[in-house]
């Protein structure tokens, strides 16, 4: 079965910070990989789709990029309202554990 | 503007029976492949079931296999999933997505279903 780990599962980071978090997967995944942003109480929302493409009306500091087993998503400077949990997904099934981003 | 609402959900006893629904409004959902995604508290998200856009191919989770039962009707432009045999893990938000991109771009606010004596 595929296996999705995030790295790191906690981030300690202060705004204005660059912060990348990173998605391993056990197979190749091919380019068909999410990123979501989780606020406590509330549904995920997708922020990058097909590894490096940002979804509409998310704002151009995040980004995503890589391919076959290795990604990432980088907030290039984090505003307050980043401050959440951070999910990797391989269509349909698999998530990664999730990051939680925290204000240090 | 799209919306999904999902409702449904609530306390119910070990093998007990829940049936969630999600409405979806602002898209024409006949056309749309669906989604079951839980959350258990404090925990990460977990896919729970997939029914395509005509209803004739279906997926679930292992965890859920033989107890769950997807199901839309594009009539209604409504989802369903009947839960039965619940059990104590099964406690969990339970949000309805839709998939769009490879990924789920749309999502509802989610019903919190809790198993428990």
């Known amino acids: 079965d595929m296996q999705l780990t995030q790295s790191p599962s906690t981030l300690s980071a202060s705004v204005g910070d660059r912060v990348t978090i990173t998605c391993r997967a056990s197979?190749?995944?091919?380019?068909?990989l999410a990123w979501y942003q989780q606020k406590p109480g509330k549904a995920p929302k997708l922020l990058i789709y097909?590894?490096?493409s940002l979804e509409s009306g998310v704002p151009s500091r995040f980004s995503g990029s890589g391919s076959g087993t290795e990604f990432t998503l980088t907030i290039s400077s984090l505003q307050s309202e980043d401050f959440a949990t951070y999910y990797c997904?391989?269509?349909?099934?698999?998530f990664g554990q999730g990051t939680k981003l925290e204000i240090k | 503007e799209v919306q999904l609402a999902e409702s449904g959900g609530g306390l119910v006893q070990p093998g007990g029976s829940l049936r969630l629904s999600c409405a979806i409004s602002?898209?024409?959902?006949?056309?749309?492949?669906m989604n079951w995604v839980r959350q258990a508290p404090g925990k990460g998200l977990e896919w729970v079931a997939y029914?395509?856009?005509?209803?004739?191919?279906?997926y679930y989770a292992d965890s859920v296999k033989g107890r769950f039962t997807i199901s839309r009707d594009n009539a209604k432009k409504s989802l369903y999933l009947q839960m039965n045999s619940l059990r104590a893990e099964d406690t969990a938000t339970y949000y309805c997505?839709?998939?769009?991109?490879?990924?789920?771009?749309?999502w509802g606010q989610g019903t919190k279903v809790t198993v428990s004596s």
């Open positions: 197979q190749r995944v091919g380019a068909w």
């Open positions: 997904h391989q269509y349909p099934h698999t």
């Open positions: 029914i395509s856009v005509s209803g004739s191919t279906i």
């Open positions: 602002g898209v024409v959902f006949s056309s749309d492949e």
């Open positions: 097909k590894a490096s």
């Open positions: 997505a839709r998939h769009g991109k490879n990924a789920f771009d749309l």
